[in-house]
Structures are given as C-alpha cells and as structure tokens.
C-alpha cells in the first residue's frame, strides 16, 4: 500500500511554492495522494487569523488544485482554534500516513505539540522549499496591486481579485 502524505497550512493564498513542494513529495516518494489540509490558524502564529476566511481559502484550494492525486480535507477549519497537526492525523487515523513538510519547517518541527508522537504516527518526508515564495509576500504585492500571476495558479489569482482579497479588507 502507498503512503498518502499530508499537507497543512494556511494557505492564505496557495502559491505555486506549495505546489512545487507538493508534486516534488508526491513523485520522489511515489505517494498514492496528498491531502491538503488548511488550518483555522495556526498555533505558530499567535492569535492572528488568517487574512482570508476558511471559505475563501478553501475555494482557492479547490481552484488551485487540478491534480488527480492532490485531495483536499477540511477537518482542522471545522475544529476551534488554534490546529494541531497531532489531532488531525489521530482523527484520520490512516495507515501509512506521512507528513509533507519544507526543509523551512523541518527547523521547527521539534516545537509542534507530540512532534515524538506525531512523528511515529506520520514520519516526516521533507522537501526543498521553492523559490522563497511565501504567502505574505504575495499578500503584500497583492495590497499593493502589483503583478502576482508568476506566484499563484491564475484561477485563484481570479478568485483573489474578484472578491478583493488581499487589496481590501477581506470579506469575512
């Protein structure tokens, strides 16, 4: 049976840097799927909330990922704040789960909640992060009205500006 990587975050907006990560995993360790799963906040981020409501993330997503592997879960924006990677894969409870992370993320793993446990319940398969893209700067050129069509997939570049996310204040 094939591991079946998961794949947490934000995604505030997806970027082609998750992408790249996501394929690179899914082919170097011939993953049967990836689940991604977007966090209601982020225990790493204090208590500040995404930019971008659950819905609209999840809509990027839904638009973004036009892959036959790449599946989406919504279990963490459904649960309170903040997400903790361990609830979500004891709540999966799935064989041959693997955690998909950048070699960013790596540095910090030792500081997730059970990162032992978690560990034995989804072992790490790391990847490089690309490019230095991150989700901040694309908000930031967004804010801006600066060209973001070389960072995110053009359909949730769409989404972004149909429903003045990122440049206004985002509709919640």
Known sequence: MKAVGLFGGSFDPIHFGHLFLAIFLLEKYQLEKILFCPAACSPFKGNS?????????????????????????????????????????RALD???????????????????????????????????????????????????????GHLVPAKALDYIQAFHLYSLPAVR
């Not at 059970?114 to 034995?120: F, G, S, V």
């Not at 690309?130 to 600066?146: F, K, M, P, V």
Request: aromatic fraction near 6%; hydrophobic fraction near 40%; include cysteine.
């Open 49 to 89: 909330l995404p930019v971008a409501s659950g819905e609209h993330r999840l809509n990027m997503l839904k638009l973004a990922l036009d892959h036959p592997q790449m599946e989406i879960i919504e279990i963490e924006l459904h649960r309170p704040a903040p997400s903790y990677t361990i609830d979500t894969v």
């Open 94 to 148: 799935l064989p041959n789960l693997r955690l998909l992370l950048s070699d960013e993320a790596e540095k910090t793993f030792k500081g997730w909640k059970e990162a032992e446990e978690l560990q034995k319940l989804a072992p790490l398969l790391v990847g490089p992060r690309a490019w230095g893209i991150s989700s901040t700067e694309i908000r930031q050129r967004l804010h801006h009205q600066l060209y973001c």
